[in-house]
């Protein structure tokens, strides 16, 4: 190819002496030692795990860069149609570990640090989380990322840099992940776009244009995160912006004297991305966040416009080569965002606008809880974005003015569908927004899919506009970097490790089941995973669990519509058991130690008493001596993506019992099943197709069905019964919350109280289902055989929920793309 910069020669003899043979010890130790003496300007002699990890890691990112580079340079050229994955949460955990994995270089870089005298595992407990989200829609997002890099699929992820991610429920100590020097991330002072927020409008005459001045300004500044794909020289890009003052600091006010004024609009700028919004499902309603998703949207937006009109081509053919998927509502504002780029600055007129536009963006809803759907009181979105609100005023005009021909007179449709939602104030409705301005909407499961179009979205689109795409997670992370021994059997089992790109192949282990002495290399693969995790709870927590009990999971933000609860209280009941049993009855009760993990938001404060009562009970039940090795409860504080990792291969049931109709999805119950753990669950979101791949016989399925859930809780808040006709097991429990077994009893009151009133999530009326579901699984765990069997037949059905199948998916029927894989030389 043409070589712009110099001597051609020079240059690529170069970059051939940078390269480093993925099984070339001595080289990976070269680069090591070379980022410890030069980048970190350390000591051999001194080196401590730390440092030996940061110099390892800037000697992988190196690899990465330069396949990072190839890639970039390639789609280039091709100038390929690319998916831009906008996600306000990015929920990536380590690097290093899946790093050397999609390298293929775990083995050398294990060599190489062990000769330079430290053991990689130390070395890869030393990084920090990536905690860059809050849960299942953050950490789906950075599923997504990899399984795009490893189809090959031309794609970038934007979203922001958060310099504190979520707090912790224990300590509600911010966790500044950023503190250290980060070696996953590229900053890009040179792309940096101007973002302004408030200001006036001026109309232009006779035209759709207006001039938007004034305000405040700053700059948004990329940072690069390249994610390599599992086994292909293709790595995509995560662009995240931070906010940064336009100037340095204010030198008049300098000048005269004022040091606090010349520097307060350069921390003023810094603060809009400082902190991740600790919430899950739940709208928080601030300006802040407002500023945030702007500064975020509008940055990527010039960015990516900016590469497209580098190929010199019409406005009408951006839909060609562009597409966005919006993760949730909270990029909506980049719809209006675009209008106004092509109406304002290009000059487009605003039908043609219009159509670029709704053949660009596609929109997936990952909630219909009403308190999680995102609506913007319009005099704060006024003030912060005038003209967006003029344009969002045309939209929903022409919008409104279709549905009034095809429904001429129905003023209550008209009202129900406005973008814009009357009373004092006024609301924005972000969802119908972004529905209005997609060419597609989908949900996250089969039955969540099938619920917005029959209930929450119902007047908003004609069939054709609604999909499903059933989430997914990837096994690379989910089963070959936290299982290696379960993924080292089903490679020597299957003769390949195809199966890491193509997971159907899994199924055809399926008869494994069926084999004693498969099924006891697989049961002694779980002992093991079961036994690590003893070790870290016994380190970190001092707690002591047997592993021939039966571990239960449920592992996921703290809600009430995902009724930890109903866990919690059939852990009391069981206590309660327990406690009066007599010698030949317990002789009879399975060993349980029950596992929680989970945070809840700051300001959530029944989820918090629920957090409360949990360790509460804990410290009862595992110290009572009556109780002795039958039962253990755990609540593991901090969750994390690394915590999952340790977790999830050591669970034998996954907990999943949201009340039907409330969990979109979920994405533990398929880390967990591809695991082996058995679906102890309720028939909500995924659960539902987990059940039918898994076979029924092999999960435990519970409570009411979503279809049913309306009834039972008009009848909850209407026609009440007492909790001791609703379950009288349920009442005996709360009787001894209430008498203080777990402590001061009225603590709880708030909490019980919502089930004794409303149980607006059927608590009680599930409780006696769930019961009756955890005596089948203890019975299940008498026959060894039997159980290893339903697991290894979980664990190999669960191969459509792996992220390669569902980023697939949304390429043929959303995207339109293809793979654009770089050559291997
Ligand atoms: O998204 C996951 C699903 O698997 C879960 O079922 C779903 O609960 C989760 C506002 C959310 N839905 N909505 C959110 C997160 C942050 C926020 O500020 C809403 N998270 C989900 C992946 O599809």
Redesign the pocket.
Known sequence: DEWTVGDAQTWKTAIEAEQVDKDDVQGVANTVVRHVTTTLARQAGNLDELGAYQATALSVRDQLLKRWNETTSYHTKNAPKRVYYLS??WLMGRTLDNAVLNLDMRNTYESATQKLGFNFEDLLNEERDAALG????GR?AACYIDSMATLNLPGWGYGLRQLISSTGEQLEAPDPWLDRENPWEIPRLDVSYPIRFYGRVEAIPNSSRAIWSGGNECLAVAYDVPIPGFATKNTANLRLWAARPIQGFDLNSFNAGNYEASVASSSDAENITRVL?P?????AGKELRLKQQYLWCSASLQDILRRYQKLNLPWDQLPDYVVIQMN?T?PTISIVELMRILIDEEEVPYDVAWGITTKVFAYTN??VLPE?LEKWPLPLFENLLPRHLQIIYTINMNFLNEVAKRFPGDMDRIRRMSIIEEGTPKFVRMAHLAIVGSFKVNG?AALHSQLLQSTIFRDLKGRDGFTNVT?GVTPRRWLLQCNPRLAQLITDTLGSEHWLVNLKQISQLLPMADNAEFRHAFREIKIENKARLADVLHSELGLSVDVDSIFTCQIKRLHEYKRQTLNLFGIIHRYLRIKKATPQERKKIAKHTAIFAGKAAPGYYIAKLVIRLIVNVAKIVNHDPDVGDLLRVVFIPDYSVSVAEVLIPAADVSVQISTAGT?????SNMKLGLNGALLLGTVD??NVEIAEDVGEDNAFLLGHLAADVEAVRYSNSYNPTSLEERSPELAAVFKAIEAGTFGDGHVYEPLLKTIYDHDYYLVSNDFGSYLAAENLVDELWADQEEWTKKSIRTAFAMGSFTSDRSVQDYADSIWSIEPDPVPEN
């Open positions: 306000i949460e809050n849960g299942g829609l789906l919004y919430n899950d499902n739940m709208y949730d909270h990952h909630t999680a996250v989430n969990e979109a999805s979920g994405t979101g995924a």
